[in-house]
């Protein structure tokens, strides 16, 4: 049996799925704390894992184009999802979801600014949650690592290591390693597309 796609539900059921996607985003923004790495493996779960919504490889597509984009990873990769699942409203959405826990959050700290700094509980509590974050960013790493690993694709392999020597032992900026890898992959398509054209 065909697999009904977003575009051939029907309008009640996609909005259920407009409402678990706000609900969905409005979870993981709360507890996204470390920065917008963090969310990556809380996408996974929820949209792969959870819903079913899409599998592994599209969420490795949508999560390059998030990280590529200028902006918060966490709400660029709402954004994706958003428009993958329900087009413009879905991005609608999950942008709302993902942007209230942070606006709430940082208004309530800035009003309370000067206790939360002197707090030595909000301290132990800061420093716990970096150890968890810490934690949590390896896994991604592990997990997105392994699925290149995984396509036995020894080219990506490559660009993957030399990525990552040239990002944490020579401090070469993560905006031009992404613009270099994006030009190959580019001009790798390319070329892999005129060999099929004459073959």
Same mark, same amino acid.
């Given at each position: 049996?065909?697999?009904?796609?977003?575009?051939?539900?029907?309008?009640?059921?996609?909005?259920?799925?407009?409402?678990?996607?706000?609900?969905?985003?409005?979870?993981?923004?709360?507890?996204?704390?470390?920065?917008?790495?963090?969310?990556?493996?809380?996408?996974?779960?929820?949209?792969?894992?959870?819903?079913?919504?899409?599998?592994?490889?599209?969420?490795?597509?949508?999560?390059?184009?998030?990280?590529?984009?200028?902006?918060?990873?966490?709400?660029?990769?709402?954004?994706?999802?958003?428009?993958?699942?329900?087009?413009?409203? /879905?991005?609608?959405?999950?942008?709302? !979801? $993902? *942007? =209230?826990?942070?606006? &709430?959050?940082?208004?309530?700290?800035? +009003?309370?600014?000067?206790?939360?700094?002197?707090?030595?509980?909000?301290?132990?509590?800061? /420093?716990?949650?970096?150890?968890?974050? !810490? $934690? *949590? =960013?390896?896994?991604? &790493?592990?997990?997105?690592?392994?699925? +290149?690993?995984?396509?036995?694709?020894?080219?990506?392999?490559?660009?993957?290591?030399?990525?990552?020597?040239?990002?944490?032992?020579? !401090?070469?900026?993560?905006?031009?390693?992404?613009?270099?890898?994006?030009?190959?992959?580019?001009?790798?398509?390319?070329?892999?597309?005129?060999?099929?054209?004459?073959?």
């Amino acid at each position: 049996m065909k697999e009904t796609t977003v575009k051939e539900r029907k309008p009640e059921n996609q909005k259920h799925i407009l409402t678990t996607l706000f609900f969905a985003t409005l979870y993981l923004s709360t507890f996204t704390f470390g920065g917008g790495y963090v969310i990556v493996t809380l996408l996974k779960d929820k949209f792969v894992d959870h819903y079913h919504w899409i599998d592994e490889e599209e969420m490795l597509d949508l999560v390059a184009i998030a990280q590529s984009s200028p902006g918060a990873i966490a709400v660029n990769g709402a954004i994706v999802i958003g428009y993958k699942l329900c087009k413009i409203p /879905g991005v609608l959405v999950s942008v709302l !979801g $993902a *942007v =209230i826990p942070p606006m &709430v959050i940082l208004s309530l700290v800035s +009003v309370f600014y000067d206790a939360f700094r002197t707090n030595p509980y909000i301290a132990a509590l800061l /420093g716990g949650m970096k150890a968890g974050v !810490g $934690a *949590v =960013i390896a896994s991604v &790493v592990y997990d997105m690592g392994g699925n +290149v690993v995984k396509t036995k694709d020894w080219v990506n392999i490559v660009i993957m290591l030399v990525s990552f020597c040239a990002s944490y032992f020579f !401090g070469m900026n993560v905006v031009l390693i992404i613009i270099a890898v994006a030009v190959f992959g580019l001009l790798r398509t390319v070329l892999e597309e005129k060999r099929r054209t004459k073959g």
